[in-house]
Each structure stands twice: as C-alpha cells, then as structure tokens.
C-alpha cells in the first residue's frame, strides 16, 4: 500500500514544502519474500610492504570477500593497517662530533 500526497501550499512561508509517502503491508496480498541476512566479510591481509623511501612505515591491506545485501551487516574494521619497520639502511646513527 503506497499513499502519496502532493505538495504542501507554498504561499505560507512557514508551511511544509515537498512530498509525503507512506508504505504499509496490503491485507489482501500475500507478504513479500523476507530479506535472508548476508552480512559482509573481509578477505584475507596481504602481506606487508614498505611505505617507500625511508618513511618508516610498512602496510598491509585487505579488500572485501563478501558485500552484504540490504539486510545483512556491513564490515567492521579497517581495510589498512600501518606498523613501525624502519629500513636497516634508513637508521641514522649518532655520532659525538668534536668542534675544533
């Protein structure tokens, strides 16, 4: 059942302008199909791999193995992460330097 209603006056400022709908099961039809839930999965982390240059930074990413459908719960959680790996040959070590 859909009822629609059309446009409000639109000489009053303060009236309400647009459309107004409303849905409501028909008692004599049979019911819709039900939604079965397919709620939404990640894939499996890549392996790590560096920033670039001497940022410090490795990531690793995942994509999404299964969407969900209209009834299903969306994914939770990041499709990247991020962690400290600092090249061997990015590492800066110090050194006491005598003025002269």
Sequence with gaps: LTTTKGPTGFTNPRACKGHEKEYGAC????????CEPVDCKFGDWQDWFSGGGCTGL???Q????QENN?????CAGSK???KECLKKECEVTH?????G
């Design 70 to 74: 209209q009834c299903g719960r969306p």
């Design 95 to 99: 050194q006491d330097c005598v003025l």
């Design 80 to 82: 990247t992460e991020t």
């Design 58 to 60: 490795c990531i690793r």
């Design 62 to 65: 995942r994509s999404i193995g």
């Design 27 to 34: 008692p004599d039809l049979p019911t819709c199909d039900v």
